[in-house]
């Protein structure tokens, strides 16, 4: 319990202290070199509290057990959110150009309607097979 109000505190400082390092740094452009370095710091500050806090305890081996089995469920899980979140990134960036060069050419020649939504349609299909992906492998766990 002690260990997580302390990693909380830290998050906390994390994120108030390179902030107020920004805000109250002089008005130049070395303030962003301050505050990046600072916000820096205290991010692998945290992670390495975190990590000697949360990791440091003893091992057993009926505990490494149960963790191994839960740990091959836990992947399935973010590799089913990984699939489903990076495809719907790579369907958002084709969609932003296919429909933005689609309208450009509509304004130009509206005869070209329906050619221009197959390729909308088709850049909106790569987050659709991501999810199809991340369903298989949910069905698997």
Do not use: W
């Not at 202290?17 to 205290?42: D, H, Q």
């Not at 489903?84 to 309208?103: D, K, N, W, Y």
Request: aromatic share 8%; net charge positive.
């Amino acid at each position: 319990m002690l260990t997580k109000i302390i990693l909380v505190i830290a998050l906390i400082l994390s994120i108030i202290i390179p902030f107020g390092a920004y805000l109250i740094g002089e008005k130049n452009k070395g303030r962003f070199k301050t505050s990046l370095g600072v916000n820096v710091f205290f991010f692998f500050g945290t992670l390495i509290l975190a990590n000697i806090l949360l990791f440091g305890g003893n091992a057993h081996a009926a505990d490494a057990v149960a963790t191994a089995s839960s740990s091959g469920s836990g992947l399935g899980y973010i590799a089913a959110a990984l699939s489903t979140g990076l495809s719907c990134v790579g369907a958002g960036i084709a969609v932003a150009s296919s429909a933005s060069a689609a309208l450009g050419a509509i304004s130009e020649d509206s005869s070209i309607l329906g050619k221009s939504l197959i390729f909308v349609a088709l850049a909106e299909g790569v987050a659709l097979y991501g999810l199809i992906v991340s369903i298989m492998i949910l069905g698997k766990l």
